[in-house]
Every structure is written in C-alpha cells, then in structure tokens.
Nanobody, 123 residues
Framework: QVQLVESGGGSVQAGGSLRLSCAAS????????MAWFRQAPGKERMWVAY???????RYADSGKGRFTISKDNAKNTLYLQMNSLKPEDTAMYYC?????????????????WGQGTQVTVSS
C-alpha cells in the first residue's frame, strides 16, 4: 500500500525558509514521478514542482529561483526546500506520486497523495 506522509510545515516570517519532507512507503520513489502541489484557502490546488524517475526537474513560475525539489532514494523521501518565502506562499502543501514515466503539472495525473502540511508566511 502506497503511503505519503508530509512534514516540515510551519509558520515563518516573510523572507524565511522551510524544508518540507515527504516520506514514502509501499513503493520505491526512484521509479515514480514525485511532485509538490499547494492549495491556498478558497483557491484551487496548484502544481509547485516535480522530479521524474530520470531526475528531470521542473518548477512552476511561482517558485522558480526560490524553491528546490530533491529526493533521497536511500531514504525514500522527497523534499522541497523553500527560501525567500512570501505571504502568497501560504497554503497547504501536498506531496503526490504516480508511476507514469512522464511527469505532469496536472493533479489529475497523480494517483497517490499525502495528507498535506500547512505553510503559513506572515508579512
């Protein structure tokens, strides 16, 4: 059974940093497409970044230059390093996974989801 458990969220001031983690079990992340999404209150869920099984990385414009997605295959864990945080980054952040070879920015293409971790950035 595939499970994803996020952690690392919290409250920070603008300009601060957070590192989110997503611990996976039930499968090997090295063979999956892994992604981060976020959802602010009253808004739709938005793609943040993904990393493919081949190591291809893409970012949404909102996080380019500030966010870094990475994974530790030995620990079966996905990460999202977020620097220079802004109040508009406030959202619930979700880890997602899918066994497809091609990663996607569309949430409908991800089969597995974590429960989310809250990030709040104050001005």
């Amino acid at each position: 059974q595939v499970q994803l458990v996020e952690s690392g969220g919290g409250s920070v001031q603008a300009g601060g940093s957070l590192r989110l983690s997503c611990a996976a079990s039930g499968y090997t992340i090295s063979t999956y497409c892994m992604a981060w999404f976020r959802q602010a209150p009253g808004k739709e869920r938005m793609w943040v970044a993904y990393i493919s099984s081949y190591g291809t990385i893409r970012y949404a414009d909102s996080g380019k230059g500030r966010f870094t997605i990475s994974k530790d295959n030995a620990k079966n864990t996905l990460y999202l390093q977020m620097n220079s945080l802004k109040p508009e980054d406030t959202a619930m952040y979700y880890c997602a996974a899918d066994s497809g070879n091609m990663c996607s920015a569309l949430d409908m293409n991800y089969r597995y989801w974590g429960q989310g971790t809250q990030v709040t950035v104050s001005s």
